[in-house]
């Protein structure tokens, strides 16, 4: 397997919901939802940096794919990492967030490898870390 993943999918409790947060509240863009066509097939795909896609599907569709049952969701067996270029992107970004709609968990502070980050969950939960890093800073776009 190459070190390359190309989608990262988040189950989501209600897709229309889920698609606002992300396109209308931190802007991320995409085409809106599309498959609706397909039993089980709606989904909403973002585009992000480096070709890599975040996928909204509905959780009850993704556990039907895959024949898994719905378990309640734990925030913390992950986290969505979003480095930023500069310390000041992380207090804007966390208030974004909040603005639209998410649970702030950690607001953002000091770290202790010399960075500044903060925490917030999506409306279902998922949890996103804002991070400025000096020493793993995002490449230019």
């Not at 993943?5 to 229309?16: I, R």
């Not at 039993?39 to 024949?67: C, N, R, Y």
Request: one cysteine or more.
């Amino acid at each position: 397997m190459k070190p390359c993943v190309s989608v990262l999918t988040l189950g989501v409790a209600d897709l229309e919901r889920s698609l606002s947060f992300y396109r209308d509240g931190l802007g991320l863009p995409t085409a809106g939802i599309v498959g609706r066509e397909f039993d089980h097939g709606a989904v909403a795909f973002f585009d992000l940096s480096g070709g890599l896609k975040l996928a909204i599907w509905a959780q009850e569709d993704l556990a039907h794919d895959t024949g898994l049952p719905m378990l309640p969701a734990s925030p913390t067996p992950m986290s969505i990492g979003h480095n930023v270029s500069r310390r000041e992107e992380v207090d804007d970004i966390m208030e974004t967030a909040r603005r639209a709609g998410a649970s702030i968990v950690k607001p953002a502070q000091d770290t202790f490898y010399g960075g500044y980050a903060g925490y917030f969950q999506d409306p279902d939960g998922h949890l996103w870390e804002i991070v400025w890093n000096p020493g793993m800073l995002p490449a230019r776009q």
